[in-house]
C-alpha cells in the first residue's frame, strides 16, 4: 500500500467521525421541555406540533369534541382545520403508522399514543365515541373542502405523570441516513477516480468498513458531545 493511499485512508477516517457527530445527534433522541399546563395539548414531535386543546369551536384551534372523553380507557376525538398554513392539522396526512402523539392533560397526565393507520371518509361519516382507548385526529380532505374527512387512529400506549421534559424521537432521524448514504457515495467516487488501481480494493473496504461503523453509530447511538471532545482531544495532540 502506498503512502499516498494511507493518507486518503487517514483523511476519510477522520471525515467518518465527524459524520459520525451529524449521524449521533440526528439518531439520538431528543428532549422537548413541556410548559406548565392549564389546557390540554396536543404535541405531535414529527409535524413539529404543539396547540392547545379547546372546547369552544375548530376556529380557535384544535377542537376536543364533546361527545368523547379524556386519555385513558375511552375515545378521545380531536378536530382540527386544515386550510390556511397556520391551519394546526395542515400536515396531518403526513403521519405514519408508529408517529408517537401525546396529550397532557391536567389532572390525568401525559398520555402517549401511537398511530396505527390514516383513513378518509365522507363528510357524513359519523365516528363512534366508544372505541376503546384510541385518539381519532380529524380534518378535512383535501385541504379547505369540506367534502371528506381525512381521519387518524392512534392507539394510547401509557399515561404517566406530566414531565417537564420529554425524549422523543429526532424528528429528523432521517439525516442520519442522508449522511452515511453520502459518505458511501463520496468514498465510492473516490475509489472509482483513484489513480493506483492496485490499491482501489484496499481504499474500497475501508469506505465499506467507515459506512459500517457509521451504520453501527446510527443503530447504537454514542452522545454528539463525546465524540466531539474526543475528537478535539486528537486535534490538540496533534497540534491542529
Known amino acids: ?20 457527530i451529524e449521524v449521533s445527534f440526528y439518531s439520538s433522541q431528543i428532549t422537548v421541555h413541556q410548559r406548565d ?16 386543546i379547546n372546547n369552544r369551536s375548530v376556529f380557535y384551534g384544535v377542537y ?10 375511552r375515545t378521545v376525538i380531536l ?25 397532557n392533560w391536567p389532572g390525568i397526565g401525559l398520555a402517549e399514543y401511537r398511530v396505527n393507520r390514516s383513513f378518509i371518509v365522507p363528510e357524513s361519516y359519523q365516528m363512534s365515541v366508544e372505541q376503546g382507548a384510541r385518539l381519532f385526529l380529524i380534518t378535512c380532505h383535501p385541504p379547505g373542502s369540506t367534502r371528506e374527512r381525512l381521519i387518524v387512529e392512534c392507539k394510547l400506549v401509557r399515561i404517566t405523570p ?20 453520502g459518505f458511501l457515495i463520496g468514498g465510492l467516487f473516490i475509489t ?11 481504499l474500497l ?12 453509530g446510527y443503530i ?13 482531544e486528537i486535534n490538540s495532540m496533534m497540534g491542529i
Do not use: C, W
Open 1 to 20: 500500500m502506498r503512502l499516498s493511499t494511507a493518507l486518503v485512508i487517514t483523511g476519510m477516517f477522520i471525515i467518518s467521525l465527524y459524520a459520525l
Open 64 to 73: 376536543h369534541e364533546p361527545r368523547s372523553y379524556t386519555p385513558g380507557n
Open 37 to 52: 399546563v392549564d389546557s390540554p395539548v396536543v404535541e405531535i414531535p414529527s409535524l413539529n406540533l404543539t396547540e392547545n
Open 79 to 103: 378536530f382540527g382545520h386544515r386550510t390556511l398554513y397556520g391551519s394546526p392539522f395542515l400536515k396531518l396526512d403526513r403521519l405514519r403508522a408508529g408517529d408517537e402523539v401525546y396529550l
Open 192 to 202: 472509482k477516480i483513484y489513480p493506483v488501481s492496485e490499491d482501489k480494493r484496499i
Open 162 to 181: 406530566y414531565q417537564k421534559s420529554l425524549k422523543v424521537e429526532n424528528p429528523r432521524r432521517y439525516y442520519a441516513l442522508l449522511i452515511i448514504t
Open 220 to 232: 447504537f447511538p454514542v452522545p454528539p458531545e463525546f465524540i466531539s471532545d474526543k475528537l478535539s
Open 205 to 216: 473496504a475501508a469506505v465499506i468498513g467507515l459506512t459500517l461503523f457509521l451504520i453501527l
